[in-house]
Each structure stands twice: as structure tokens, then as C-alpha cells.
């Protein structure tokens, strides 16, 4: 069983900077493989912003975000945090991130990809 907690969000100006994070809690049973952030706008499906897989160390940000937010991890544990400069109104939503119990060592993009939850954020950009 995992348990993930998230920190971070809240009403910025566009332009503004903002850093989510995110624990997770697994049990003796469980090895996390790879975490990462989605997101979910009013009326739109989730989706992908970013993701880690700790045995490879690979990273992806999806398009929309690249040079302007950042995945990265902490050292010996499994928390990561989702730096994010430059916000825009678009960015508006409420921000998951996501644990993957299941072995990768490529990147995974899609929700189905993953098994555990955070109860999510938000994060609100005013233009």
C-alpha cells in the first residue's frame, strides 16, 4: 500500500513561480519505480505534465511546460517535487501526482500507468 501526500499550490499572478511537492509512504511490500504530475482543468480530461522514473533516472515534461517547469527528486526517498516558473493562465488546474509500483525503467505518460493517487491541488493563475 502507498500513501502519497501532496504540498504546494495555490493563487498566483501569471509570470509567478510555485513548487509542488509530493511524498510517498510505501509499505515493505511495495517499491516505487516512478512518480509524476498530471493535471486536470475544469471540463478537460487529465493530463501529463511530468515524470521521473528513479531507476533510470529518466525525466519528460510534456511540450506545453518545457522551460518553464522542472521534475526532480529527493535523495534517498520518494518525494518529488514539481518546480514551476513562468506560470501561465493555462496552467490553471488541479495537479496530481502519481506513483508507479509496477517495474519501468522508461518513462510513463499516461494515468493508467500508474496505481497510486495524491488527493490533488490547486493551482489557480491569474492572468
Known amino acids: 500500500q502507498v500513501q502519497l501526500v501532496q504540498s504546494g499550490g495555490g493563487l498566483v499572478q501569471a509570470g509567478d513561480s510555485l513548487r509542488l511537492s509530493c511524498s510517498a509512504s510505501?509499505?515493505?511490500?511495495?517499491?516505487?519505480?516512478?512518480m509524476g504530475w498530471f493535471r486536470q482543468a475544469p471540463g478537460k480530461d487529465r493530463e501529463f505534465v511530468a515524470t521521473?522514473?528513479?531507476?533510470?533516472?529518466?525525466?519528460r515534461l510534456i511540450d506545453s511546460v518545457k522551460g518553464r517547469f522542472s521534475i526532480s527528486s529527493g535523495v534517498g526517498d520518494n518525494t518529488v517535487y514539481l518546480q514551476m516558473n513562468n506560470l501561465k493562465f493555462e496552467d490553471t488546474a488541479v495537479y496530481y501526482c502519481?506513483?508507479?509500483?509496477?517495474?519501468?525503467?522508461?518513462?510513463?505518460?499516461?494515468?493508467?500507468?500508474?496505481?497510486?493517487w495524491g488527493q490533488g491541488t490547486q493551482v489557480t493563475v491569474s492572468a
Open positions: 521521473k522514473t528513479f531507476s533510470s533516472g529518466l525525466t
Open positions: 502519481a506513483a508507479r509500483t509496477i517495474h519501468t525503467q522508461v518513462t510513463r505518460t499516461t494515468p493508467s500507468d500508474y496505481d497510486y
Open positions: 510505501a509499505g515493505t511490500s511495495s517499491r516505487i519505480y516512478a
